[in-house]
Structures are given as C-alpha cells and as structure tokens.
C-alpha cells in the first residue's frame, strides 16, 4: 500500500475489525447480499467492463462482477489486508482469474487514468476522509461516460440492527458521553452519506453527472437465534467498544463482552423467527456518470 491518507481507518481494518470480518466473511454477505443485485443491476455490466470495487471488502462483489465481466476484468481495492488476503483465497478457488485485489486508500491510491468503465461498491465509501477527493480520485481512473454505483447506509432509524445496539446500550451501565455507536452523521463513518442532499454535494464537488439516488431496503440474517445474532454483533466494532468500556468501568460483576452478549439478545428477541434472525438495513442506491 503505497499512499494512505485515512490512517484511523486503515488502523481498524487492519486490526481486530478487518481480521473479524475476515473470518465471518461469510455471515457478512449473508447480511448484505440483498444489496447485491440491485448494485449489480444498476452498474449494467456487460461482459468486456473492467470494474473498479471500492472498500471490497472479502471481495464477495468482486467476485460477482468478475463472473459478468466475462472479456474484462474486475479490481477490488480496500485497506485491509487480512480480507484481502480472504478475497484473494476465495477467488482463486473459484478460478476466477480475471479478478484482482489491492490494498490501497481510495482517496490517493494511483488508479490506472481512465482504465475502468464502471465504479461499485457496497457498503464500502461511507468511511473517506475526504470524500470529495476520494471521488474525484475514483472518477479519474473512470473512462469519459464511465458510470458510478454504490450502495450506503441511509436512515440509522430504519437499520434494525442499529437500533438493537441502541436498545441494548440503554440497558447497560455506560455513561452515554462514552457510548459505542456506528458512525457519525457526518464526517467519516457509517452514515456519512446517510442524506441524499450530501450524496449530491459530494459528488457534484469530485466532477460526476446525472447523480440519483434511490431509496432500497433488505432484511439480511444475523444469526440463527437471538443468542447466536447477539454473539456475532459482540464481535464487531460498537459491541467490542462497548464491552471495552464496561471493563474499564469495572466491578465484580460479569464481564463487559457477557454484559453486551445478554443485552443484545434481549434486544433481538423480538425479531425471532423460524428462519433465524433477520434485520432490515435501509440504504440508498446511488447511480452517477463520469462526464
């Protein structure tokens, strides 16, 4: 990784949350594959695209525009290596050859000029410290008529599985100066774009055209149970951060992450259901040209 300018994030992708998202690579794209094929419809790939996936993450995306971009070739770039490491495993064994990954900060890392026909990304841009540089950066490695598609996080009140940590947090002894949460509404972080008026700024401001937005939801599976849901959002950043602070709170009580686990699970019992546990995430999909 030659260039890094986001290096608060790059140390967490890099860290605890990279290597756990790794690892759960799997339960992840089972959270978001509902998101995969309204991007992938509103990229229009065709077979002889070279796609550009930015923040991708264990590479699912990747994959999937690899298998399309029959006569092309598709380029995941992300910060973390150990789910780059996990992207490249799984491409290989799916033989698909014609998919590449590097690890590199989307905001300077030095895209080929011009060298891709189309954009995406799911999930993946919300985190820049500049986004108006990222996209530029991003738009100058798209050909003239190059188009741009992404999905990120909308409204924080209509993502279930955000508000289970909040109720959860509200059962649990910590001050809320020092709460756990998922993002800023704006600045880097979760729902950095989560208002369309944002979207339109930002990528008015880094040279793209024709920019819409469009409101999409998806229920994903968390788990097979409340408890099972519970111990995989332990895992991830707010639910570590939160066990972390009830340690340092200390007492003689049970441990921060048994306090989390138990509360999350209370918070999810009520979206129990014969097929496990499914949260909605609201989104929007965001299309945008090159001009």
């Keep these: 990784m030659r260039q890094l300018v986001n290096s608060a994030q790059s140390q967490a992708w890099n860290g605890d949350e990279g290597r756990y998202w790794s690892d759960h690579h799997d339960r992840w794209n089972a959270v978001n594959e509902g998101f995969d094929q309204p991007l992938l419809t509103a990229a229009a790939l065709t077979p002889e695209d070279h796609v550009l996936d930015i923040g991708c993450g264990a590479g699912q995306t990747t994959r999937l525009a690899a298998r399309t971009a029959t006569r092309g070739t598709a380029l995941g770039l992300d910060l973390s290596a150990p789910m ?30 011009a060298g891709f026909d189309v954009a995406i990304s799911r999930f993946g841009i919300m985190f820049f410290e500049d986004p ?40 649990l002894p910590v001050p809320q100066e020092g709460a756990a949460s998922a993002g800023p509404v704006s600045g880097p972080g979760m729902f950095s774009l989560a208002d369309p008026a944002e979207i339109r700024r930002v990528l008015g401001a880094a040279g793209f055209a024709d920019v819409r937005t469009e409101a999409v939801e ?10 099972d849901a519970a111990d995989h959002l332990l ?22 992450a048994d306090q989390v686990r138990a509360a999350l699970a209370t918070a999810l019992a009520p979206y129990e259901r014969p097929t496990g546990v499914h949260l909605r995430t609201a989104a929007w999909l965001v299309t945008a040209t090159r001009p």
């Design 132 to 171: 108006v540089a990222a996209f530029a950066n991003i738009g100058r490695a798209l050909r003239p008529g190059g188009r741009l598609a992404f999905v990120c996080v909308s409204d924080p009140a209509r993502c279930e599985w955000i508000q289970a940590y909040g109720t959860a947090r509200a059962a």
């Design 218 to 227: 998806s229920a994903g599976h968390f788990g097979r149970d409340a408890q």
């Design 235 to 256: 895992g991830s950043g707010p639910g570590r951060h939160l066990a972390d602070l009830l340690d340092a709170a200390g007492g003689d009580g049970p441990s921060g």
């Design 84 to 113: 780059l490491d996990r992207a490249r495993t799984l491409a290989a064994e799916e033989g698909l050859d014609r998919a590449a990954f590097e690890q590199g900060d989307a905001q300077v890392h030095p895209l080929p000029t």
